[in-house]
């Protein structure tokens, strides 16, 4: 059973920066995405990041210059590194992994870390 295990949320105040990590258990078959969402309370979850495997990066247009996808294959972690936050930016943060063989790949998903941007 894959588990994805987040940390690094927490409070902050506007301005500051944060680093969320997300740590795989194990790889199954390759990993063709990781990305990185978040749910506000009252609100849909949304894509802030994703990373393919050939490298592309893709960002949210409310995060873009300020937010940075990466990973670390050896650790099988994927990071977000988050500046100049805004008090926009609070919202539970879930990784997603899209793993598998050529047939049959899955996202799995982070349990969330919360972030709280204090004005």
């Known amino acids: 059973q894959v588990q994805l295990v987040e940390s690094g949320g927490g409070l902050v105040q506007a301005g500051g920066s944060l680093r969320l990590s997300c740590a795989a258990s194990?790889?199954?078959?390759?990993?063709?995405?990781m990305g990185w969402y978040r749910q506000a309370p009252g609100q849909q979850r949304e894509l802030v990041a994703v990373?393919?495997?050939?490298?592309?990066?893709k960002y949210s247009n409310s995060v873009k210059g300020r937010f940075t996808i990466s990973r670390d294959n050896a650790k099988n972690t994927v990071y977000l590194q988050m500046n100049s936050l805004e008090s926009g930016d609070s919202a539970v943060y879930y990784c997603a992994i899209n793993m598998g063989s050529q047939w049959s790949a899955r996202d799995y998903w982070g349990q969330g870390t919360q972030v709280t941007v204090s004005s």
């Open positions: 990373l393919t495997d050939s490298g592309t990066t």
């Open positions: 194990e790889v199954i078959g390759s990993v063709n995405k």
